[in-house]
């Protein structure tokens, strides 16, 4: 078990450019999510996968943001068009899901350990 | 909504106990507790679930009162590697599988 990892760890672009960072969870969950974190904030949810379904988006999150999971393991999430307000923390988690689609947050989310985004 | 946390901040000397509040406006199914050290990913402490199961840390205690929907964690006879900033997560009402976080509680524990 070598945990979740995400690269790059850091990413500096200008504003108006497309950046993409890819998360590796741990290989045998099936739940992957998504989280954004400012200075200060606890993690805010973005999005997140059961296997390779995308079974909720924030209502916060604009169209410019897009993830994807296609074989159910890596996940990506690309920012398109980005401003400097999307500077933050991109965290990805993963863990076990027991049930079908319709199942509580019931396991522990084992964090990888983030992208730091700048936008200048 | 996002939960709230209380205190904001708790300053402890070595061997002292402090005591962190999560609590939520909406019905609870499950409330997690993450550590975060500085420039560092949040780490699992414990979860707790309706219904009074628990999971997490041996020296980690926490409770869940169902009917209020709060949850407190309890840091007894703390040591210098318990500082950071701590988050509770809750999931539960119509979405099922994501937590939301309250703003964090931040721990420091001097010599």
């Known amino acids: 078990d070598t945990g979740v990892s995400q690269d790059p760890r850091h990413k500096i672009t200008k504003r108006g450019q497309n950046v993409t960072f890819r998360c590796d969870p741990i290989?045998?969950?099936?739940?992957l999510y998504w989280y954004r974190q400012t200075l200060g904030q606890g993690p805010e949810f973005l999005t997140y996968?059961?296997?390779?379904?995308?079974?909720?988006k924030s209502r916060l999150l604009s169209d410019r943001f897009s993830a994807e999971r296609p074989k159910g393991s890596f996940s990506t999430l690309e920012i398109q068009r980005t401003e400097q307000g999307d500077s933050a923390m991109y965290l990805c988690?993963?863990?076990?899901?027991?049930?079908?689609?319709?199942?509580?947050?019931?396991?522990?989310?084992?964090f990888g350990p983030g992208t730091r985004l700048t936008v200048t | 909504q996002q939960p709230v946390q209380s205190p904001q901040a708790v300053i402890l000397r070595e061997g002292e106990d402090a005591v962190i509040n999560c609590s939520s406006s909406?019905?609870?199914?499950?409330v997690h507790w993450y550590r975060q050290k500085h420039g560092e990913a949040p780490v699992f402490l414990m979860i707790?679930?309706?219904?009074?199961e628990q999971k997490g840390h041996e020296k980690i205690s926490a409770s869940f009162n169902e009917k209020k929907q709060q949850s407190s964690l309890y840091l007894t006879a703390s040591q210098l590697s318990y500082s950071g900033t701590y988050f509770c997560?809750?999931?539960?009402?119509?979405?099922?599988?994501?937590?939301?976080f309250g703003q964090g509680t931040i721990l420091t524990v001097h010599p």
């Open positions: 988690a993963s863990s076990l899901a027991s049930g079908g689609l319709a199942d509580f947050v019931s396991y522990e989310q084992y």
């Open positions: 290989s045998e969950h099936n739940r």
């Open positions: 996968f059961q296997n390779e379904a995308q079974l909720e």
């Open positions: 909406k019905a609870l199914y499950s």
């Open positions: 707790l679930l309706k219904g009074g």
């Open positions: 997560g809750t999931a539960g009402g119509t979405s099922y599988g994501k937590l939301t």
